[in-house]
């Protein structure tokens, strides 16, 4: 069982439209919580991080946490073109080390 | 300010040959950390710094591979006797360790592409 989980995609959204994406993890002891961006040929920008359960808002961007069922979403509302891109989320289990990642979400947003 | 940057962008080495990559973090940052991306994967952990040493170097492939730190700044990672499947994208990322302040979320510098013919 991989320890961060997303759904691999491509998930496409139409512009103007909610994409939602998910992300499972397994261990229980997990503080931390990111979302990366990451666009083709280039690095992960930190688009987004959570460590309360609920939402978090920034933007267009929510982030939503419930650490009982070890579940992480992130919504993009009025998804632009310029947001295809590979979506990754990261979990840190203790306070200062590794991330690790799941496999990442492709989006395309089509015009 | 200035970001995480890494050097060289690209470097193309011939099998068998050693190679070092370098980091620099963003200043002040106490924490840095390597990852690893082979083309169309997700990121794989190599080694964490705090400071100058290093707390968690569970990712590190094989003994071919080696990273230090050193004056909590720059820090190099070093890859002996390549080998093809070290052919890979080479990310580092710092944080800042200040709790309360982002501490926790970690940055990354544009990676080092390796390509081991």
């Known amino acids: 069982q991989k320890e961060v989980e997303q759904n691999s995609g491509p998930l496409s959204v139409p512009e103007g439209a909610i994409a939602s994406l998910n992300c499972t993890y397994s261990?229980?002891?997990?503080?931390?919580f990111f979302w990366y961006r990451q666009y083709s040929g280039k690095s992960p920008e930190l688009i987004m991080s959570?460590?309360?359960?609920g939402d978090k808002e920034d933007g267009r961007f929510t982030a939503q946490l419930n650490k009982a069922s070890q579940y992480v979403s992130l919504l993009i509302r009025d998804s632009q073109p310029s947001d295809s891109a590979t979506y990754l989320c990261?979990?840190?289990?203790?306070?200062?080390?590794?991330?690790?990642f799941g496999a990442g979400t492709q989006v395309v947003v089509t015009p | 300010g200035a970001g995480v940057s890494q050097s060289p962008s690209n470097k193309v080495t011939e099998k068998g040959k050693d190679v070092e990559l370098r980091c620099d973090p963003i200043?002040?940052?106490?924490?840095l950390y390597w990852y690893r991306q082979r083309l169309g994967q997700g990121l794989e952990f190599l080694i964490y710094?705090?400071?100058?040493?290093?707390?968690?170097k569970s990712g590190l492939p094989s003994d071919r591979f080696s990273a230090e730190r050193t004056g909590e700044s720059v820090s190099t990672l070093t890859i002996q006797r390549t080998q093809q499947e070290d052919s890979a994208v080479y990310l580092c990322?710092?944080?800042?360790?200040?709790?309360?302040?982002?501490?926790?979320?970690?940055?990354f510098g544009p990676g080092t592409r390796l390509t081991v013919t």
């Open positions: 261990d229980r002891v997990s503080q931390s």
């Open positions: 959570i460590y309360s359960n």
């Open positions: 200043s002040g940052h106490t924490a």
């Open positions: 710094f705090q400071g100058n040493s290093a707390p968690d």
């Open positions: 990322a710092s944080s800042s360790l200040i709790p309360g302040l982002g501490g926790h979320e970690q940055y």
């Open positions: 990261a979990v840190k289990a203790d306070s200062w080390g590794k991330l690790q």
